[in-house]
């Protein structure tokens, strides 16, 4: 059976889909997929996703370059959202950090803390 016939969109056509690195197991991203975007990135092995913010289909590194190469698929029992392990080029977030969730809150300073280092100056980029 088809994959897009086995999830279950939300009442605005998308579903959460949690991007990976493949090499580490680092969460990278959470995107949000229509079909079109499920559908480009399996015809073009790269991450599409629904920009939320300009109702738009993008593929991601649109801007930076740093895409991410469709390695594998993976969704949950109810079908309502995604895991897709990438490779990934560069940089995830757009702030040049490696993952998006490069801070961590630390209980006993209870403070937050930047967790990795930055992998490219955004402002070169932007």
């Known amino acids: 059976m088809e994959l897009q016939k086995q999830l279950k969109f939300n009442e605005k056509g998308l579903i959460p889909a949690v991007i990976v690195d493949i090499d580490d197991n680092q969460v990278l991203t959470l995107c949000y997929m229509n079909e079109d975007a499920l559908e480009k990135t ?3 092995g790269k991450i ?5 913010s300009k109702n738009r289909l993008m593929i991601k590194g ?3 370059g740093h895409i991410q190469l469709l390695k594998e698929i993976y969704f949950d029992c109810a079908g309502n ?4 392990k990438v490779e990934q080029k560069v940089a995830a977030c757009h702030e040049g950090y490696k993952s998006c ?3 961590r809150f630390n209980q006993q300073t209870r403070e937050v803390e930047i967790a990795e280092k930055r992998i490219f100056d955004p ?3 932007y």
């Open 101 to 103: 969730y490069f801070r």
């Open 123 to 125: 402002k070169s980029v």
């Open 81 to 84: 959202s995604l895991v897709i």
């Open 42 to 44: 399996l015809e073009t």
């Open 48 to 52: 599409h996703l629904f920009r939320r």
């Open 62 to 64: 649109e801007t930076s």
